[in-house]
């Protein structure tokens, strides 16, 4: 989005209680009347409606429900996390895309969103239902001043952002599934994915990836995914404004961000741990081919799982098989 396009989102959203004179909008953009109007024009377009007043100017009366470029723009209280987006109707993976973008200098704080996926993807390769409509499907590129062994450190971050988000639209609190997945109840909701360039002790670029479940129905979950799987409009009943979603999400994010690389990971992982799913519980991990029970413990400062085995000791699992649902419907991680 222009620069133009956002001071002059930013004008109109701070005086939607009066009118503002295009005089004043053309001063302050530094453009000519003619092209305040033809900006309020594409505007509309949009969806956007305006009450236009001779000698008075314009007033914004109403916003359109519905995912854009402008409509993400407007209320979006960030200060950099958002300000470069792209919205596209329809793409294989907006993953793929900011990936391709960051490797081509892509300043942190893009955000790429799209309607629909073709070929969305969670962890380990796993396909991500998003061919639709319904959901939040968007990646954005950070470029985060830390060694790439704390990289894993960010899926749990954006995991307390997204639930954070869910929580404060909806009212109900979600669970975060170690390492990356969030449930409402023991069935899905959201799932995350982290990809990064990095080199010996540098890292060029982190991509996340969100995908959320908005306003799906049961019917209109995939027959694969629908005995492990739900939406907020399942869990709630109501249908949601997809874009305040996106702007709850990135805001959090941005704060949260702020906060780990001023204060470390300990305030990140203490909220993590207040939205931990099972924890306190006895699990059930599978590690060299030895199927073992312990206690979920909660995370080490690296983003490692601890468990407190049968002997009654801490161990970090790093690369182990956690059957998370041993007593309710698998899901696959």
Do not use: C
Not at 56 to 68: D, E, F, H, I, W
Not at 154 to 161: F, H, K, N, P, S
Not at 291 to 315: A, H, M, S
């Amino acid at each position: 989005m222009s620069s133009t396009r956002e001071k002059l989102i930013s004008l109109l959203s701070s005086h939607t209680e009066s009118f503002v004179s295009g005089q004043w909008l053309s001063e302050q953009l530094q453009l000519s009347r003619t092209a305040v109007w033809k900006q309020i024009k594409q505007l509309e377009e949009d969806g956007y409606k305006f009450e236009a007043v001779p000698n008075k100017g314009y007033r914004l009366l109403t916003q359109p429900n519905k995912v854009s470029e402008n409509t993400l723009y407007w209320g979006l209280n960030t200060k950099w996390l958002g300000k470069e987006l792209e919205h596209y109707p329809i793409l294989d993976s907006t993953q793929g895309l900011a990936m391709e973008k960051a490797q081509l200098g892509a300043k942190e704080g893009l955000v790429i969103v799209a309607e629909r996926q073709t070929a969305g993807r969670g962890r380990s390769r796993h396909k991500w239902h998003s061919d639709h409509t319904d959901g939040i499907w968007f990646s954005f590129v950070i470029r985060p001043k830390i060694i790439p062994t704390r990289a894993p450190q960010l899926t749990l971050l954006t995991a307390t952002a997204v639930a954070q988000a869910i929580e404060n639209v909806t009212g109900i609190k979600p669970s975060i599934k170690w390492p990356n997945d969030l449930l409402i109840g023991d069935k899905k909701i959201a799932g995350i994915l982290t990809e990064m360039q990095a080199e010996h002790d540098e890292i060029h670029h982190v991509v996340v990836g969100i995908g959320l479940n908005v306003n799906q129905s049961v019917e209109d979950l995939n027959h694969e995914i629908k005995t492990i799987a739900t939406s907020l409009k399942i869990e709630t009943g109501e249908t949601y404004q997809k874009q305040e979603i996106i702007q709850e999400i990135l805001t959090n994010f941005e704060a949260s961000y702020h906060d780990y690389l001023a204060n470390g990971f300990e305030p990140i992982r203490r909220k993590w741990l207040a939205y931990a799913y099972r924890l306190g519980e006895t699990i059930r991990y599978t590690v060299n081919g030895n199927v073992n029970e312990g206690i979920f413990r909660g995370i080490d400062y690296d983003g490692t799982l601890i468990v407190e085995n049968q002997k009654q000791e801490k161990q970090k699992l790093y690369s182990a098989k956690i059957d998370w649902f041993s007593e309710v419907e698998r899901l696959e991680d």
